[in-house]
């Protein structure tokens, strides 16, 4: 019925860890894309800045629950 507080603190933690590199291979991936690009459009600039935010921002809530893809 109830999962104790560890038990989510662990799922949370490597949904973070799962979510930051899946955005990190989209960023990578945009990126190479825009750069191949002879004149990236807004929108695919724009997409970029907004997997780019996402990521530093799941990297800084990462390093506040110390969190570690290396175990």
Same mark, same amino acid.
């Given at each position: 019925?109830?999962?104790?507080?560890?038990?989510? +603190?662990?799922?949370? =933690? @490597?949904?973070?860890?799962?979510?930051?590199? @899946?955005? +990190? +291979?989209?960023?990578?991936?945009? =990126? =190479?894309?825009?750069?191949? *690009?002879?004149?990236?459009?807004? *929108?695919?600039?724009? =997409?970029?800045?907004?997997?780019?935010?996402?990521?530093?921002?799941?990297?800084?809530?990462? +390093?506040?629950?110390?969190? *570690?893809?290396?175990?």
């Amino acid at each position: 019925m109830f999962r104790s507080k560890k038990v989510k +603190k662990a799922e949370l =933690d @490597q949904e973070c860890l799962d979510k930051i590199f @899946q955005l +990190k +291979k989209e960023w990578n991936y945009l =990126d =190479d894309i825009l750069n191949r *690009s002879i004149e990236p459009s807004e *929108s695919g600039q724009f =997409d970029l800045a907004i997997k780019k935010a996402k990521y530093f921002y799941l990297l800084r809530e990462a +390093k506040v629950r110390r969190l *570690s893809a290396i175990k």
